[in-house]
T-cell receptor
Framework: AQSVTQPDIHITVSEGASLELRCNYS??????LFWYVQSPGQGLQLLLK??????LVQGIKGFEAEFKRSQSSFNLRKPSVHWSDAAEYFC????????????????FGQGTILTVHP | EAQVTQNPRYLITVTGKKLTVTCSQN?????MSWYRQDPGLGLRQIYY???????DKGDVPEGYKVSRKEKRNFPLILESPSPNQTSLYFC???????????FGPGTRLTVT
């Protein structure tokens, strides 16, 4: 079974500081990996995804994430945080079926709430 | 642009009274899915559908039913709601198969 762990429930950073949100996954092979963001009272928006190839992926809003197979991790980073980045962030994993297709099952982590101080 | 509509957006009901939350998309995507969101638990997948008449269980299917009779609609049915089904529910559409999911605005359900 696939699973995702986000070790940090709540992170606080100052505006302009760098950010790293941790994500660890459990899956028997290389999964598909995602980061979503949820602003207060809103639905979820896809920030970035990893399927294969380059292990450093770029997303929207200046975010990037790095897939590290040896550590089963997919940490999200941003070099300089803006006040508008305050939100809840979710890491997610989808399993690969035969031929590289997903089984369709998407498993989310518990989420990390980001607070940004001015 | 992908548009996912959920109705109702807010619902307060009583234990045991059957209800349906509708989800519709304005495109022709094959994949649709339902999730519930609870504090500290993140989002948990209830059911998903790879295409018309093809549905499968997610991680928390107990107490829920779905149907996919046409591509654009994927209703979530609670035959006998209980208070532990009080939650925020999201419908999602896969705009590139299951891999890139576009989420609806959510339905906040309270069961008393």
């Amino acid at each position: 079974a696939q699973s995702v762990t986000q070790p940090d429930i709540h992170i606080t950073v100052s505006e302009g500081a760098s950010l790293e949100l941790r994500c660890n996954y459990s899956y028997g092979a290389t999964p598909y990996l995602f980061w979503y963001v949820q602003s207060p009272g809103q639905g979820l928006q896809l920030l970035l995804k990893y399927f294969s190839g380059d292990t450093l992926v770029q997303g929207i809003k200046g975010f990037e994430a790095e897939f590290k197979r040896s550590q089963s991790s997919f940490n999200l980073r941003k070099p300089s945080v803006h006040w508008s980045d305050a939100a809840e962030y979710f890491c997610a994993v989808a399993g690969r079926g035969a031929g590289g297709t997903s089984y369709g099952k998407l498993t989310f982590g518990q989420g990390t709430i980001l607070t940004v101080h001015p | 642009e992908a548009q996912v509509t959920q109705n109702p957006r807010y619902l307060i009901t009583v234990t045991g009274k059957k209800l349906t939350v509708t989800c519709s998309q304005n495109m022709n995507h094959e994949y649709m899915s339902w999730y519930r969101q609870d504090p500290g638990l993140g989002l948990r997948q209830i059911y998903y559908s790879m295409n018309v008449e093809v549905t499968d269980k997610g991680d928390v299917p107990e107490g829920y039913k779905v149907s996919r009779k046409e591509k654009r609609n994927f209703p979530l049915i609670l035959e006998s709601p209980s208070p532990n089904q009080t939650s925020l529910y999201f419908c999602a559409v896969g705009v590139a198969g299951p891999y890139e999911q576009y989420f609806g605005p959510g339905t906040r359900l309270t069961v008393t």
